[in-house]
């Protein structure tokens, strides 16, 4: 029986330690498991490709997940071979006989000219663009990295998603998608800065597109020219990390919600009216959705649209880079987004205020007994313009 | 006398105004006051049986009287009550 204590040298003489030369022929031939024992820093800087990640402190409760068969083939590793030696002793105790460490670790296989799996890091051009980012510590390589590999969708390349999409794609958000089928007209630049005057008459998505890479070339750009429908938002919006709401009906507004909740996808929702904006983030199943904070829509006297009532261009602007502050927040994995909280914006008065917002134990979506929604009717929706014009829809 | 806040949806039956001065002991008290003083308002915040519209939310201070006691929660003079209705607006 090993103990902790046991010199190394006693524990390999139990151990059958392989090149890695042949550990690598058994892994591409399928012949073996392979299971990484580092912890998980050292597994994100670099990994082999094939190798299953079980730190050495949790082997033992996972190894019969991993493998089921005592007699299973297995092969460990680790940064050279001592802790993968000890966590092989430790598996032959257990019963496990046919099991092999990788001599030198991944330290060896990478002399050896072996591939490995590693994030890329950031470029010397980005490390340059990105500075004013990586400098605060919040951020840092990892938060910079984690908003090039993220991928975000705005809904509306209007007054909202114009300014988040300019301040998203300055900031290095990896993938950015557009839902908009509208063309730019000239109304909408007074407020709608990512389109030019010179581009009145074009596809929005694609105006965007030509503002988003003229400033950033890091920024893939996703052009969805249609309107979110029950039919197309579950395909529009499975591949996407955080899903921005600036919608202008609540037809829309309400699909969203609830597809983004049988996706369980966050949301960063705003709208605006005149002088005034109201903003929420919310996270399914973590805080509240849209119905547990708006469970029916208001009738039309109560909800007058912006080209009805008109709207202040540089509010609609904070309200998008509000946005796109929570954006960021829940990519980075930092701050405190607003969860269970909605934040109202008077511009006239310059005043900001903070409403708690409850999830709704009796929520037909997310609450405690909504329907579970199983594989068959997970692209099936209510009627939202019926539900929105006040009729009742049977779900 | 308790603050009330008027979204700019209803401002067109306040006669612009945005924050009213309202007696009333009660969360519905208040509401009831401002409907009395302004009648346009009152369909827009109650239903016909008396209870709030579904589609309008009301908060004492910053919590959801949803969760206080609706309509019989009682309002302090330095208390302000906000009411809220969904926006939509956003392209």
């Known amino acids: 029986m090993a103990t902790a204590a ?68 297995i092969v460990l590793y680790c940064r050279t071979d001592n802790r993968s030696s000890r966590a092989a002793d430790a598996l032959q105790d257990l019963g496990y006989d046919n099991v092999s460490v990788m001599r030198g670790g991944i330290v060896g296989w990478q002399e050896a000219g072996f591939p490995v799996i590693a994030p890329e890091g950031l470029s010397p051009e980005q490390r340059m663009r990105y500075s004013r980012h990586t400098l605060l510590p ?154 547990c904070l708006y469970p029916v829509p208001p009738p039309p006297e109560m909800a007058p649209s912006c080209g009805a009532a008109g709207v202040l261009g540089v509010m609609a602007g904070i309200m998008g880079l509000l946005q796109a502050n929570e954006v960021i927040k829940l990519v980075a994995g930092i701050g405190e987004p607003l969860i269970g909280r909605l934040l109202l914006y008077d511009s006239l008065g310059t005043r900001f205020t903070e409403l708690k917002v409850n999830r709704d134990p009796d929520c037909p979506i997310c609450g405690d007994a909504a329907p579970e929604i199983d594989e068959s009717e997970m692209g099936k929706f209510p009627d939202y313009e019926a539900f929105c014009a006040g009729t009742p829809v049977l779900r | 006398m308790p603050t009330v806040k008027i979204p700019p949806v209803l401002r067109g039956q306040t006669g612009g105004e945005a924050e009213l001065a309202t007696p009333g002991s009660t969360v519905g008290d208040v509401l009831g006051s401002v409907a009395d003083t302004y009648p346009g308002t009152r369909s827009q915040l109650f239903a016909d049986g008396g209870e709030l519209n579904r589609y309008v939310n009301v908060y004492l201070n910053d919590e959801d009287v949803r969760v206080l006691d609706g309509l019989e929660t009682p309002v302090s003079e330095a208390d302000t009550v906000v009411i809220l209705p969904a926006m939509a607006g956003g392209l």
């Open chain 1, 138 to 291: 919040e951020v840092g390589d990892e938060g910079q990295d984690r908003l090039l590999n993220s991928k975000v969708l705005l809904i509306g390349a209007g007054r909202l998603g114009a300014p988040s999409a300019l301040s998203l794609a300055a900031a290095g958000v990896g993938t950015l998608g557009i839902v908009d089928d509208d063309v730019v007209d000239e109304t909408n630049l007074q407020r709608q800065v990512i389109h030019t005057t010179d581009r009145v008459g074009m596809p929005k998505t694609a105006s965007a597109r030509a503002s988003i890479e003229a400033l950033n070339p890091d920024v893939n750009v996703v052009e969805h020219r249609t309107r979110l429908d029950a039919d197309n938002i579950l395909d529009i919006i499975a591949d996407y990390d955080v899903l921005v709401d600036g919608a202008d009906n609540f037809p829309t507004r309400y699909l969203l919600n609830d597809a983004s909740v049988r996706l369980q996808k966050p949301v960063v929702s705003a709208s605006i009216l005149a002088f005034d904006g109201q903003i929420s983030t919310f996270v399914p199943y973590e805080g509240p959705c849209y119905r």
């Open chain 1, 6 to 73: 046991e010199p190394l040298e006693r524990v390999k003489e139990r151990i059958d330690l392989i090149a890695n030369g042949k550990a690598r022929a058994e892994v591409e031939a399928g012949d073996a498991k392979l299971i990484d024992v580092r912890e998980p820093h050292e597994w994100d800087e670099a990994h082999l490709e094939g190798a299953v990640h079980v730190p050495q402190g949790e082997l033992l409760d996972h190894i019969g997940e991993v493998a089921p068969h005592r007699a299973e083939r």
